[in-house]
């Protein structure tokens, strides 16, 4: 079997996709942007694992810089032995008319000279469809889901063509259901047909999903949320890579304002001691928020898991700028950074959120992680050396993704 190499939009992506290419029988690897950029990922280490996914963070990037970044780890993968690669992005397909997943599209199809690439946002497993090239979240149309809402890419258009035409200056066609169902040999004679480079192929169910990978076995690049993962088969058994069990203290680092997280949090807070981030103060002071922060970490029991978060009301992020959800990633980095070195002891951690998962890792300084156990759809368990030295486990969790009370269980998995 060839080597697969997957380029994810964020590090929360990068954690799910990984988790669906671990369960289905793929030894896996994260390197992380910082890990691309220093010549972390090498033929040596590449050798032993099938799948390798690189952690970038061009989701809500200058179009420019996505771009080359993505292009960077698509030449990094190629040069450590990979021969077949994966796009992923949301399965909200989270973008804006001006990119990036178009932008990227173009860019690494072109760089490995892909005619003709499937676009499969469809993740059944955690609600998101397409069908007839409408994509639905939980049922509800996409542009009438929490998602119209959210303040750097709200989505206020349901149909996928429509919201990938204006990205790319290539053509976009679609393969619905009824073909689908067929088999995956009509699925590829569909695509031979098609003088479009990108076409969206309609999912409803994970089958759908393991037919749409049968008929692309053969493209040299895929693209689509984590999902179309669960039609892919690996060479190994498919149970979950087992990790070292860092101890130490837990803690949960939530940034993400999406629907899922402030109800996690909500649910949490009768469940965990919680602080809340005082917006407001660390657009002032962020130096005496971290301070804060910490010293009221240092006060909780040490054998229980705590919760520092941002947003548990949409109230929250009214009137809310770019400079203010900087400002709380780079506040959680600090935290993150701090608290794992030192006489805090944090080596369990949960990072709520795309962007806020994003900082922590960069400040940690992390350049690889080995997946681990799966915790729900999309979120699992890895395991991470800081460049400080310290161990840590990182659950990495898209704001979208997981149920309400994940912050108090998802310990367990750890230990079983």
């Given amino acids: 079997m060839s080597q697969l190499g997957a380029i994810a939009d964020d590090f929360t992506g990068a954690t799910d996709l990984a988790t669906n290419l671990a369960a289905h029988g793929f030894r896996t690897l994260v390197v992380t942007e910082h890990g691309v950029r220093s010549g972390a990922l090498t033929m ?223 649910h949490a807070k009768h469940q965990l001691p919680w602080f809340k981030i005082n917006t407001e103060k660390l657009m002032d002071d962020e130096q005496a928020v971290l301070t804060e922060s910490l010293a009221w970490l240092a006060a909780q029991p040490d054998d229980a898991p705590a919760l520092i978060y941002a947003v548990d009301s949409l109230s929250d992020v009214k009137g809310s700028s770019p400079e203010t959800a900087e400002s709380i990633e780079r506040l959680f980095g600090s935290i993150a950074s701090q608290s794992t070195h030192g006489d805090l002891n944090v080596a369990q951690l949960i990072v709520a959120g795309g962007e806020t998962s994003g900082a922590v890792v960069s400040a940690l300084g992390i350049d690889q992680m080995s997946v681990g156990p799966q915790i729900a759809p999309g979120i699992c368990w890895a395991h991470a050396r800081t460049s400080a030295g310290a161990h840590v486990n990182l659950a990495l969790k898209s704001g979208n993704f997981g149920d309400e009370n994940m912050f108090a269980t998802a310990w367990e998995v750890l230990e079983r």
């Fill in 44 to 266: 040596s280490t590449a050798e032993q694992f099938d799948a390798i996914v690189c952690a970038l963070k061009t989701r809500t990037a200058p179009t420019e810089q996505a771009v080359q970044d993505s292009l960077d780890a698509v030449n990094a993968l190629r040069e450590a032995g990979c021969s077949r690669y994966y796009v992923k992005y949301c399965s909200t397909f989270d973008s804006t008319d001006r990119g990036n997943i178009g932008t990227v599209l173009d860019a690494v199809s072109s760089e490995l000279g892909a005619d003709r690439v499937v676009v499969v946002p469809s993740f059944p497993a955690n609600g998101r469809t397409v069908e007839g090239g409408m994509l639905r979240v939980h049922g509800d149309l996409l542009e009438n889901s929490p998602m119209r809402h959210h303040p750097l890419t709200p989505m206020t258009r349901s149909h996928v063509s429509e919201l990938l035409q204006p990205q790319t200056s290539h053509s976009v066609a679609e393969i619905h259901l009824d073909i689908v169902r067929r088999g995956p040999d009509d699925i590829a004679a569909a695509l031979s047909g098609q003088s479009a480079r990108y076409v969206v192929v309609d999912a409803v169910a994970d089958s759908d999903l393991v037919t749409v990978a049968q008929a692309t076995r053969d493209s040299i690049l895929v693209s689509g949320g984590s999902g179309l993962a669960l039609g892919l088969t690996g060479p190994h058994a498919s149970d979950a890579a087992q990790i070292p069990h860092v101890t130490g203290r837990r803690l949960v680092l939530a940034g993400s304002a999406s629907e899922a997280t402030r109800g996690q949090v909500n």
